[in-house]
């Protein structure tokens, strides 16, 4: 069966809460989703490395609402 989708989508706003690594935002349709997740060890670590520390001024760039 052949299906046809003609669509016009228009956005004037999103807002988005959160993004992971597994997250799938999705505007319209889609005929066939299909996930993959792959994880690859490059440098050959055994452990996880310590954690960073700030330094300097840790205000941001741009400016964010309250």
Excluded at 6 to 14: D, E, K, L, V, W
Excluded at 44 to 66: F, R, S, W
């Amino acid at each position: 069966m052949n299906l046809t989708v003609h669509q016009s989508i228009s956005i004037y706003m999103i807002k988005v809460g959160a993004i992971t690594n597994s997250s799938v935002l999705q505007i319209g349709s889609t005929g066939s989703l299909q996930s993959q997740s792959d994880i690859y060890n490059t440098g050959g670590y055994a452990e996880p490395v310590e954690e960073a520390e700030a330094i300097g001024d840790t205000t941001p760039l741009v400016p964010l609402a309250p």
